[in-house]
C-alpha cells in the first residue's frame, strides 16, 4: 500500500492500514527483547495502544519503523518501573533478531524449513498413539522423562523407549518421503 | 540418567556403536556429564554419528517448534482482538 497521508484516514483506517499489518513483526520483535511470551504480548499490547493514540500524527511513511521505535520506547519505560537492573538494549535486540531472521529464513530456507516441519508433522500422525503420547509430553510439551512416567503411569524406561522408537520411526518416515538426504534437508 | 559401563570407563573415547546406543538420551541431557563429554567430542570428529546426531536435532527442534508454534499463535490471535478491540472504541 503506497504512503498516504494519515490525515485522510479515520483512526480507525490509519491504525488498520499501517498497525494491524505489523502484529506478527512486533510480536517476533517483542519476543526477541523480552525471552517471554506473556511479557511480550504484554509489551505489543503496550505499543499498539500508543500506536493507536498516536496514529492521526504519523505522517504514513515506514509504518514498521515507527512503531519499533514506539515498542523501544515502551520497552525502556516498562523495564524501568519493574527491573532497572536488567534493561536490555532493544536496538542490539531488534539488530540481533534481524539478523536471525535473515540467516534463518531465506526464502529457500524458509520453504525447505517448512517442507521438513510438515513431514515430521506427518510422521507424527502415522505414530501409534502410545508412541505418539511420549512423544507429545517429551518432545512438544517439554516435560522430562520423569513428567512423563508419572502422567502416563508408566516407568521411565518405558518412556525411554518408546521415545527413542517413535523418533526413528519419524527418521525413517522423513527419509522415505525424501524431506531430507544424509542428514540434511533435501 | 545413563552411565557408561564401567569396564569402558578406562578408554579415553567412545566408539559408533557406544555412541548410536546412548544418543537419544545424550540429546535429552540424560547422560552423565564425564560420558557426555566423550560423546561431544566423537560427534565432532565422526561424520556419520555426528550427521545421525544432527538428523535427531532437527527431529526434536521441529517437534518443540510446534507448541512454540502454537503459543505464538494464540498470542498473535489475541493481539489481533486487541487491536479489533481499540479500533472498535
Redesign the interface.
Known sequence: MPDSPTTELS??EA??RY??PE??V???VA?SITRN?TD??DL??DT??RA?NAILRFDGRHPRAWLLTIMRNAQINRVRRKRPELLRDPDAAMERLADERSEDEGPEGLVVERE??AA??TA?HTLPEKFRDV?EL?????LS?QEAADILGVPTGTI?SR??RA?TR??KH?ESSGA?V????A | MIRRRLLRRASPEVNCREVGRVLQSYIDGDVESDFAEKIAIHLEQCKHCGLEYETYIRIKDSLADRQNDQIDADAIARLREFGNSLAGD
Open positions: 483512526q480507525r491504525f488498520d498497525v494491524v502484529i506478527d512486533l510480536y517476533r519476543r511470551p511480550a504480548e505489543v499490547q499498539m495502544l493507536y521438513f516441519d515430521v508433522e507424527l512423544v517429551v518432545d512438544i510439551q517439554g522423562y525411554m521415545l527413542h523418533r519419524i527418521r522423513l531430507f544424509n542428514g540434511r534437508p
